[in-house]
């Protein structure tokens, strides 16, 4: 059965620093997502894009997220200056065609700021 | 704006047991309703998921049906075993925002 992936599983990065997270979505879809939940908290809704650009974005977006999608297959999120509060898991999402409301999620990414 | 209500946690049962976990949810028109999953250590896996009015979705003995009349989606279960012991997220999809808005999550805790 298709699954998102996403990798590392886990990552541990000091404040300021750069992080790439990246996730292979599934091959047939088009939709693309991000979200996070902090520990204990709720699931929060990142970023959408659809056809190469961002369809939708939270508050919680600002300038220092940005994601990409550089080749066919991967989808990558991108915080450019790492801050406490970005720790969290990220969980990367797809759907696509007749199921476009099915979201199917990734097993998440731990970034841990320091 | 669109939001999901969900029943504080834990909920503890032992195996066998009913299950109910409530969720109730505010939003505009009638979106398409989601229970998601995440098992210890584990991401979110769709469970079950209803699309109009009066629809009942399931999925390994789950069952939620979404009642316009009383905005619910509440999901049951008639035996719980320990393996169902996670955590169980209501959602909505936002058609306007394009996302899903998630409740706080019902943490199941079954024993043997």
């Known amino acids: 059965e298709p699954e998102v992936t996403q990798t590392p599983s886990h990552q541990v990065t000091q404040m300021g620093q750069e992080v790439i997270l990246r996730c292979v979505p599934i091959?047939?879809?088009?939709?693309f997502y991000w979200y996070r939940q902090i520990l204990g908290q709720k699931v929060e809704f990142l970023v959408s894009?659809?056809?190469?650009?961002?369809?939708?974005k939270s508050e919680i977006f600002d300038d220092q997220f940005s994601v990409e999608r550089p080749d066919g297959s991967n989808f990558t999120l991108k915080i450019r200056s790492t801050k406490l509060e970005d720790s969290a898991m990220y969980f990367c999402?797809?759907?696509?065609?007749?199921?476009?409301?099915?979201?199917?999620f990734g097993p998440g990414t731990r970034l841990t700021v320091t | 704006g669109n939001s999901v209500t969900q029943m504080e946690g834990p909920v503890t049962l032992s195996e066998e047991a009913f299950l109910t976990i409530n969720c109730t949810y505010t939003?505009?028109?009638?979106?398409?309703l989601f229970w998601y999953v995440q098992y210890p250590g584990e991401g979110l896996q769709l469970l079950l998921k209803?699309?109009?009015?009066?629809d009942k979705g399931s999925n390994k003995g789950f069952e939620a049906t979404y009642r316009k009349e009383t905005t619910s989606f509440h999901l049951e279960k008639g035996s719980v075993q320990v393996s169902d012991s996670a955590v169980y997220f209501c959602?909505?999809?936002?058609?306007?925002?394009?996302?899903?808005?998630f409740g706080t999550g019902t943490r199941l805790l079954v024993s043997p």
């Open positions: 209803a699309t109009k009015a009066d």
């Open positions: 959602a909505l999809f936002d058609t306007g925002f394009q996302k899903l808005v």
């Open positions: 939003a505009t028109g009638y979106p398409s």
């Open positions: 091959s047939n879809h088009l939709y």
């Open positions: 894009f659809y056809n190469n650009e961002i369809s939708e």
């Open positions: 999402a797809s759907s696509g065609g007749q199921g476009f409301y099915e979201q199917y």
